[in-house]
């Protein structure tokens, strides 16, 4: 039964990785979500059924457009892997409970934040609202009241230290430290994770967000580094560790 609903998972995480990477190209670019239909961002010809299967199409096609040649972004095709993954991998790890809930939307968050912050330095609205109205609906499924409350309080917490970060930063710095979906966002993992686990995870996003910055910094003249998806990795993390993470931190705080 379990191989069954893998298998499942794996089609469903790669479709839906294919139409959130999708999503992360369209709005920023002011693309309606259902018109037009999937087309070539470089010749914009439309793109038949069979050039939009998840993973199969772009290996066959080699990572070019059928009609004009051009490449296909790499980073689609890493959405695509990435919900195939990943969606099994949260049932494995958890069952249908409520980290399996957790892990699933922030891998859905993840995925159109990819495209949309790498690309275009942009995380969306809609999909933070979204988030947040699911997570609250599963919270709320799977939490008592007072759980449930203290998830709330810290979603608030997080979103007011990140506006006293970014304060700090642009006077610090003399430019802007922090975008404004950032902040945004980890009001979500705050909502998502808890006060003290939201931390941990913004702790490992700036570990990773650091060592990619001194990768990619030559290549990006203006220094500026996406700091979303690390956020959202970071976040991740603390979802998959926590059975390592929650009893050292426990340990900790009892000293």
């Known amino acids: 039964m379990e191989v069954i609903i893998c298998i499942w998972l794996s089609l469903l995480g790669a479709i839906m990785g294919s ?4 999503m992360g ?37 080699k990572g070019k457009c059928v009609y004009c040649g051009e490449k296909i972004g790499f ?35 993840l995925i159109v934040t990819i495209v949309s912050d790498f690309k275009y330095y942009y995380i969306s609205d809609r999909v933070l609202i979204i988030s947040g109205l699911c997570l609250l609906i599963v919270l709320y499924i799977f939490m008592g009241t007072s759980d449930f409350l203290m998830r709330l309080v810290s979603a608030v917490i997080l979103f007011l230290v990140m506006i006293g ?12 430290s922090l975008g404004d979906g950032d902040i945004k966002l980890m009001a979500v ?33 203006e220094g500026i580094i996406p700091f979303g998806p690390f956020i959202l990795i970071g976040a991740l993390l603390v ?3 926590s059975s390592i993470i929650t009893p050292y931190i426990n340990e900790l705080l009892s000293i």
């Open 19 to 22: 139409f959130l990477g999708c």
């Open 25 to 61: 190209y369209r709005i920023p670019n002011k693309i309606k979500t259902t018109y037009p239909s999937s087309f070539c961002s470089n010749c914009n010809k439309p793109l038949k059924w069979y050039m939009n299967i998840p993973i199969f199409s772009y290996l066959f096609q």
């Open 75 to 109: 980073i689609y095709f890493i959405c695509e892997v990435l919900g195939f993954i990943l969606f099994p991998l949260n049932y494995l790890l958890f069952g249908f409970n409520l980290d399996f809930y957790i892990s699933t939307i922030l891998v859905c968050v």
């Open 165 to 176: 970060l970014k304060i700090l930063g642009n006077s610090m710095f003399d430019k802007e």
């Open 189 to 221: 993992i705050g909502l998502a994770l808890g006060l003290l686990n939201s931390f941990i995870g913004l702790f490992f996003a700036a570990v990773i967000g650091l060592i990619f910055s001194l990768i990619i910094i030559k290549k990006n003249k």
């Open 239 to 241: 979802v998959y560790f």
